[in-house]
C-alpha cells in the first residue's frame, strides 16, 4: 500500500523559512523521481519542485525558483523541501508524490496524502 505522509507546514510571516518532508512507503523510492506540488484554495494543484530518483537533478517552477531547495534521502524513503524568503502567494496544501519521469510537466504515479499546509501571513 503506497503512503505518503507530509509534515512540517504552518503559519510563517512573508520572508520566513520552512522545511516541508514528505515519508513514503508502500513502493521502491529510490526508483522513482519524487515531485511536490501545491494547491492553493481554487487553484489546480500544481508541480513546483521535483528531484530525480538518484537525487543528481532537480527543477522548479519559476515562482519558486531560487527560494526552495527539494531533496531526497533515499536511505530513509523521505523527500524535503526547504522554502525560503516566503511569499504570501505560498500560501497552499503541500504534498508530494512520485513520478515515473523527471521533470515538470508529469503525472503523479500514485494517489495523494493528507498533505500540509503553509500559510503565510503578517
Known amino acids: 500500500q503506497v503512503q505518503f505522509v507530509e509534515s512540517g507546514g504552518g503559519l510563517v510571516q512573508p520572508g520566513g523559512s520552512l522545511t516541508l518532508s514528505c515519508a513514503a512507503s508502500g513502493f521502491t523510492f529510490s526508483s522513482y523521481a519524487m515531485s511536490w506540488y501545491r494547491q492553493a484554495p481554487g487553484k489546480e494543484r500544481e508541480l513546483v519542485a521535483s528531484?530525480?530518483?538518484?537525487?543528481?537533478?532537480?527543477i522548479y517552477v519559476d515562482s519558486v525558483k531560487g527560494r526552495c531547495t527539494i531533496s531526497r534521502d533515499n536511505a530513509k524513503n523521505t523527500v524535503h523541501l526547504q522554502m525560503n524568503s516566503l511569499k504570501t502567494e505560498d500560501t497552499a496544501v503541500y504534498y508530494c508524490?512520485?513520478?515515473?519521469?523527471?521533470?515538470?510537466?508529469?503525472?503523479?504515479?500514485w494517489g495523494w496524502g493528507q498533505g500540509t499546509q503553509v500559510t503565510v501571513s503578517s
Open positions: 528531484i530525480a530518483s538518484a537525487g543528481g537533478f532537480t
Open positions: 508524490n512520485a513520478n515515473r519521469v523527471f521533470g515538470l510537466s508529469v503525472s503523479p504515479r
